[in-house]
């Protein structure tokens, strides 16, 4: 086989292979973020300002993973105050993983049932208002 044949050959892996490559980039799933990403830019400086009053409680709002369920616990300055909002797991690889629960509780305790189907990288966001006052809350967690 003479050079010419060789670099033919070199050639037609290297095209072969690009090909593959945009075929494979091709059919990959690529969720957006969030489908009003520019209507919730617009209200960030909020979500800023909720972060702030939930940052200023005595305690951080804490969780934990037990038994296929995600236990939220609000902290101790809401006892016996309604709670109302959402508590959504963002999962930012898919979109069929999310999960979101309204809020409406006496308690400071929040539970969330989780599937196995939801293991990997979530986002815990939590809005909550209390006495027409609103909080923010969001945690990288992995389940």
């Not at 003479?2 to 494979?24: E, H, P």
């Not at 902290?75 to 999310?98: R, V």
Request: glycine share 4%; net charge neutral; charged share 25%.
């Amino acid at each position: 086989m003479n050079w010419g044949y060789k670099i033919l050959v070199v050639y037609s892996l290297f095209i072969a292979g690009i090909l593959f490559l945009v075929y494979k980039s091709s059919i990959q799933k690529m969720d957006l973020v969030t489908t009003d990403y520019y209507g919730k830019e617009l209200k960030f400086q909020e979500q800023i300002d909720e972060i702030k009053r939930a940052d200023a409680l005595s305690e951080n709002v804490q969780y934990e993973i037990k038994s296929n369920q995600l236990l939220i616990k609000f902290p101790k300055d809401f006892s016996g105050k309604k709670i109302t909002g959402t508590a959504e797991l963002y999962c930012p690889a898919d979109e069929n993983k999310d999960v979101k629960r309204n809020i409406s509780l006496q308690d400071t305790l929040l539970t969330m049932p989780i599937t196995s189907a939801n293991k990997g990288l979530h986002e815990l966001h939590i809005l909550w208002s209390v006495d027409s006052v609103k909080y923010y809350f969001e945690k990288k967690i992995i389940i």
